[in-house]
T-cell receptor, first 115, second 112 residues
Framework: EAGVTQFPSHSVIEKGQTVTLRCDPISGHDNLYWYRRVMGKEIKFLLHFVKESKQDESGMPNNRFLAERTGGTYSTLKVQPAELEDSGVYFC?????????????FGEGSRLTVL | GESVGLHLPTLSVQEGDNSIINCAYSNSASDYFIWYKQESGKGPQFIIDIRSNMDKRQGQRVTVLLNKTVKHLSLQIAATQPGDSAVYFCSFRDNYGQNFVFGPGTRLSVLP
């Protein structure tokens, strides 16, 4: 079974440009999460989808970040316009979350470098 | 706000020794905890979980201990191997039930 896949693995852009990150969760996982790790610090929650609905987007830093999940399948995270502080590794994870428990299955991350 | 902290950001152990990685959390209402391992260039991977109605859970070479009184979580790795070298994150379920808060991670280095 395929795991969580993310694209691109690394993106280098200039300040002010736009970048779109994509995540394909494990098939059948209704829950999809976006997290970010900046400068080797803690993994910070960005938002959580249940199917196509945003369950919690309290971690989104500002309105330059837009996440979508078309038809409850794959998800995209767009940063527009990108700023220097947006650099980091963006992780996507999915889970089944049944019975009050469930691990998150993470992708390998998309490293974003804003110059 | 909720937070997860680690007592030691780095830990070096001799191959074959036991490792103990500690974590303090702030949300006393959290009922579910997970330890993840992240190897270089990969995403975090599940190691072991524990619910708040337990104080200890064992897996293969790993044991998680939970002390709810002092809000402390630890991961013990027996007979540490070179393949255990990685960054370890503790996480706990937040107030909203399905999201997880992560700490900064502890880097474990296994010395030959």
């Amino acid at each position: 079974e395929a795991g969580v896949t993310q694209f691109p693995s690394h993106s280098v852009i200039e300040k002010g440009q736009t970048v779109t990150l994509r995540c394909d969760p494990i098939s059948g996982h209704d829950n999809l999460y976006w997290y970010r790790r900046v400068m080797g610090k803690e993994i910070k929650f960005l938002l959580h989808f249940v199917k196509e609905s945003k369950q919690d987007e309290s971690g989104m830093p500002n309105n330059r970040f837009l996440a979508e999940r078309t038809g409850g399948t794959y998800s995209t995270l767009k940063v527009q316009p990108a700023e220097l502080e947006d650099s980091g590794v963006y992780f996507c994870a999915s889970s089944l979350w049944k019975g009050g428990s469930g691990e998150l299955f993470f992708g390998e991350g998309s490293r974003l470098t804003v110059l | 706000g909720e937070s997860v902290g680690l007592h030691l950001p780095t830990l070096s152990v001799q191959e074959g020794d036991n490792s103990i990685i500690n974590c303090a959390y702030s949300n006393s209402a959290s009922d579910y905890f997970i330890w993840y391992k992240q190897e270089s260039g990969k995403g975090p991977q599940f190691i072991i979980d524990i619910r708040s109605n337990m104080d200890k859970r064992q897996g293969q070479r790993v044991t998680v201990l939970l002390n709810k009184t002092v809000k402390h979580l630890s991961l013990q790795i027996a007979a540490t191997q070179p393949g255990d070298s990685a960054v370890y994150f503790c996480s706990f379920r937040d107030n909203y039930g399905q999201n997880f808060v992560f700490g900064p991670g502890t880097r474990l280095s296994v010395l030959p």
